[in-house]
Every structure is written in C-alpha cells, then in structure tokens.
C-alpha cells in the first residue's frame, strides 16, 4: 500500500516563499512519476507541476519562473518550492503519484493560504 504525506503548507503574505514536501512509502518511488496538484475553493483541481522518473519537469503556465519541483530518490520525496506567491495560490495542495504499472496514488492535502 503506497502512502503519501504531505507537508509544508501554512499561511503567508503576498509575495512569500513556501515549500511542501511529500514523503512517499511502501512503493517504489524511483519508477514512479510524481506530481503536485491544487484545487481552490469552486475549482476543479488542477496540475501544478511534475516530474517524471527521469527527472524531466512540467509546469503550469500561471506558476512557471515562481515554482520549482524536485526529487530525492534516496529520501522517496518529491519537494515544491513556491516563491512570489499570490493570492491566487491559495488552495489545497495534493502530492500525486503514479506507479511504473499505471497506478496512482494522492496524498491527503495541506492547505496553502496567501493573504496579507
């Protein structure tokens, strides 16, 4: 049973730095693409960045030169760090991953909140 536990989330201003972790278990981590979505109050969720086994990463337009994803294999965690914040990134933040074999797994959520 692959397990996903994020954290990081928080209150910040304007203009401020997060950075959510996700640490993931019981599976094999290192053949396993990984993402992080968002989903904000009446929106649907959706994909904020990813990286893949080989490290290639992805990005969503609105996020791009203000997030960065990362991963350590060794440490089975995927990292987004979330610089230039706006109130446009307040939402729950979900870890995604998705096995070798096609089977995906979320995590439970942290809320980031960007208010002054």
């Known amino acids: 049973q692959v397990q996903l536990v994020e954290s990081g989330g928080g209150l910040v201003q304007p203009g401020g730095s997060l950075t959510l972790s996700c640490e993931a278990s019981g599976g094999d981590f290192r053949r396993s693409d990984m993402a992080w979505y968002r989903e904000a109050p009446g929106k649907q969720r959706e994909l904020v960045a990813s990286?893949?086994?080989?490290?290639?990463?992805t990005y969503l337009d609105v996020v791009k030169g203000r997030f960065t994803i990362s991963r350590d294999n060794a440490k089975n965690t995927v990292t987004l760090n979330m610089h230039g914040l706006i109130p446009a990134d307040t939402a729950v933040y979900y870890c995604h991953g998705k096995s070798f074999f096609n089977s995906e797994y979320w995590g439970q959520g942290t809320q980031v909140t960007v208010s002054s």
């Open positions: 990286i893949s086994m080989t490290t290639r990463t």
